[in-house]
Nanobody, 114 residues
Framework: QVQLVESGGGLVQAGGSLRLSCAAS????????MGWYRQARINQRELVAV???????NYSDSVKGRFTISMDNAKNTVYLQMNSLKPEDTAVYYC????????WGKGTPVTVSE
């Protein structure tokens, strides 16, 4: 089992910034990638950003140039720096860890006001 603890969500005005963190613990060998997904209301959960063990990153088109994903391997923690936030970024953000199996965090809400 892998446990994921997310933090950093909250309320911010449009144009502001937030930094999400996700710390992984437990059986974290065989790590392949970690990432962030988000789900707004009844929408489907969508990929925001992902980072592999080799440091390769991928972003959804909607956040490119505004969000940055990074990882501290020593702390088994992934970060999502979110800048120039927009109201449409409002969602619950979920951390995802993938090795032989995939695990989800419980989610942290992000609300961006006008």
């Amino acid at each position: 089992q892998v446990q994921l603890v997310e933090s950093g969500g909250g309320l911010v005005q449009a144009g502001g910034s937030l930094r999400l963190s996700c710390a992984a613990s437990g059986r974290i060998f065989n790590f392949a990638r970690m990432g962030w997904y988000r789900q707004a209301r009844i929408n489907q959960r969508e990929l925001v950003a992902v980072i592999t063990g080799e440091g390769s990153t991928n972003y959804s088109d909607s956040v490119k140039g505004r969000f940055t994903i990074s990882m501290d391997n020593a702390k088994n923690t992934v970060y999502l720096q979110m800048n120039s936030l927009k109201p449409e970024d409002t969602a619950v953000y979920y951390c995802y860890w993938r090795g032989f199996e995939g695990y989800w965090g419980k989610g942290t809400p992000v609300t961006v006001s006008e």
